[in-house]
């Protein structure tokens, strides 16, 4: 666990005995299921390079959302393995998003501003939402970290859409949509080094406390 959280967060048994937190993820995985499947289409419709990177996103969220539901009330070393692995996905996903946007630079799309504006304000609303029903366990264990950081990653790259909307409307260009989709993808990885480290200190700490 990081310096600044020790005995006073909350640990995943704990987490586990909070029906609260396990409303919260359900929520937050019926959100994301559905914002994916709208997200698509809206990026196809739109020729969008950062609602098509969004939309994956929406996508492992809802897998991971999912997965967190999986591991309440397990051992606590599979929460920690499980945070391990949002960690590398999140990681992986700002990559991936990274090669969408060169290649759409490359092919010279053009997408279109209204489509992602509508779209992007209605996934900024549907992530600030359950980013606020998250607030409350930020300080938790790795896991739940994981969860809180994707909410808030998500809502802030939400807004970039909307912003890059207005910017491809003014200029004409795609280039908004592409800085955007690379801004996106910058906040994956390095919310996703985030989540790996948290991982990484919780597994160092139960090994403090097994052999202590």
Known sequence: M??????HCPS???EARDPRWRRVLWVALVVNAAMFFVELAGGLSADSASLLADAVD???DALNYGASLLVLGMAAHWSTRLASV???LMVGYGLVVLGRAAWSAWAGSSP???TMGGIGLLAFTANLTVAALLYRY???SAN???VWLCSRNDALGNLAIVLAALGVFGTGTAWPDLVVATLMASLGISGG???LRYARDERREGRVHVHG
């Open 112 to 114: 279109q501003p209204v």
């Open 144 to 146: 739940a970290r994981s």
């Open 58 to 60: 929406f996508a492992a």
């Open 138 to 140: 930020r300080g938790g």
């Open 2 to 7: 990081s310096a600044h959280c020790h005995d």
């Open 193 to 195: 080094w985030q989540v």
């Open 86 to 88: 949002k960690g590398a």
């Open 12 to 14: 995943s048994a704990q």
